[in-house]
């Protein structure tokens, strides 16, 4: 159980398109989604925190007009790098606290490897 | 502000060997120490939750221990198949549950 489906797996995009990516928690309820960025080689950074039905939390240095984040379900929150570029290549992941609070772990999708051309 | 150091960067250990990753962790409140495995071009997969120093926690080759500073991830006879990046993460009393991850420990071990 608590499954989290990321879509897509990979995506190329040209310079100055968007970018949506959704993930979807398919047999539990996720009030909140994390999202993180990884690249290569290193560790997962917080970019933000999304809560269903509120705006989204951004840790500092994320531009919130390029990544729009939006959760307007229980089952659903998507991300959209907007005006995308090169350097916004990379790992996204999505990530939702279990139902029952922290002690339940957190629950990833399978990453989002978006490619600027 | 909470953060999360691992050490060694990387680790290339001989099938058989046995060794320890380390986790540093300086986070207010901690409600949970979390330990993953992430294989290349996918999403942390759950290992093990640790709540409170001298808790331990094992599953097959692994042992997770906690202290109120560090967390170890003991490998007994590692197989090639270990092989990945572990993960170790915090998540404190701050808003959201938010979990904040260490850099990693990439593994790797060879027959």
């Known amino acids: 159980g608590a499954v989290v489906s990321q879509h897509p797996s990979w995506v190329i995009c040209k310079s100055g398109t968007s970018v949506k990516i959704e993930c979807r928690s398919l047999d539990f309820q996720a009030t909140t989604m994390f999202w993180y960025r990884q690249f290569p080689k290193q560790s997962l950074m917080l970019m933000a925190t999304s809560n269903e039905g509120s705006k989204a939390t951004y840790e500092q240095g994320v531009e919130k007009d390029k990544f729009l984040i939006n959760h307007a379900s229980l089952t659903l929150s998507t991300l959209t790098v907007t005006s995308a570029h090169p350097e916004d290549s990379s790992f996204y992941i999505c990530?939702?606290?279990?139902?029952?609070?922290?002690?339940?772990?957190?629950?990833f999708g399978s990453g989002t490897r978006l490619t600027v051309v | 502000e909470d953060q999360v150091t691992q050490s060694p960067e990387a680790l290339r250990l001989q099938e058989g060997e046995s060794s320890s990753l380390n986790c540093s962790y300086t986070?207010?409140?901690?409600?949970?120490l979390f330990w993953y495995r992430q294989d290349p071009g996918k999403g942390p997969e759950f290992l093990f939750t640790?709540?409170?120093a001298g808790e331990e926690k094992e599953k097959e080759r692994l042992k997770a221990t906690l202290t109120k500073k560090e967390s170890f991830l003991h490998i007994t006879a590692p197989k090639p198949e270990d092989s990945a990046t572990y993960l170790c993460g915090g998540c404190g009393s701050g808003g959201y549950n938010k979990l904040i991850f260490g850099a990693g420990t990439r593994l790797a071990v060879h027959p």
């Open positions: 986070v207010s409140g901690l409600r949970g």
């Open positions: 640790l709540y409170s």
């Open positions: 990530s939702a606290p279990r139902t029952g609070g922290v002690g339940y772990g957190y629950t």
